[in-house]
């Protein structure tokens, strides 16, 4: 079974903190992103990476950084929290063609306060 | 620019009732139509998918239906039991050369005895 797992299942933060979300997953898989959920506005994508080092864009980037050092692991680093980067984060993995299919972790619900 | 509309937003059914949940996209490269189930807590999980080679694909109670010339996706949930209470995501993606899957806003089932 692929198993991703997020560092953290809830996490509160003070404005201006620099945060940390790490996601591990453990079948090889060369793509990791991660996502923010929102209600009402469905799954958002951050940022993503397709192999060690490497990272993309998402739909949602500014306010986040992300790094990929190890194929396994991938960071979510908000420099400077603020209060409208409270959500849920996702993070999910994907191997190559033809096995499309993300694999979610659970998700760490942040509270920035 | 939402790529992928989905709705309703919340659905209440009977147990024992069809649900059924509709997509439609904008996006003609699109070409992998997949749908999430996420319980409250946990990640969102792949349930079923479709490529636009078929229109319409099932597995057990769950059922795809697709139209390409409308661009329009739906899910059908037979026999709706209170165990599929969660919220469905439909999603599309471009399977070549593409890491992105694009997301609806999600529907909220309930299932009711």
């Known amino acids: 079974d692929v198993k991703v797992t997020q560092s953290s299942r809830y996490l509160v933060k003070r404005t201006g903190e620099k945060v940390f979300l790490e996601c591990v997953q453990d079948m090889d898989h060369e793509n990791m992103f991660w996502y923010r959920q929102d209600p009402g506005l469905g799954l958002r994508l951050i940022y993503f990476s397709y192999d060690v080092k490497m990272k993309e864009k998402g739909d949602i980037p500014e306010g986040y950084s992300v790094s990929r050092e190890k194929k396994e692991r991938f960071s979510l680093i908000l420099e400077s929290a603020s209060t409208n980067q409270t959500s849920m984060y996702l993070c999910?993995?994907?191997?190559?063609?033809?096995?499309?299919?993300?694999?979610f972790g659970p998700g760490t619900r942040l509270t920035v306060t | 620019q939402q790529q992928v509309k989905q709705s309703p937003q919340s659905l209440i059914v009977q147990k024992g009732g069809i649900s059924i949940i509709n997509c439609a996209y904008e996006?003609?490269?699109?070409?992998?139509f997949p749908w999430y189930q996420q319980f409250p807590g946990k990640g969102p999980a792949l349930l079923i998918a479709i490529r636009p080679d078929v229109s319409e694909k099932k597995e057990g109670r769950f059922t795809i239906s697709f139209n390409k010339s409308a661009k329009q996706f739906s899910l059908h949930i037979m026999d709706s039991q209170p165990g599929d209470s969660a919220t469905y995501f439909c999603a599309a993606s471009k399977e070549a050369g593409s890491y992105q899957l694009t997301f609806g806003k999600g529907t909220k089932l309930s299932v009711i005895p």
């Open positions: 999910a993995s994907r191997g190559v063609r033809p096995h499309y299919e993300q694999y």
């Open positions: 996006n003609t490269a699109f070409d992998y």
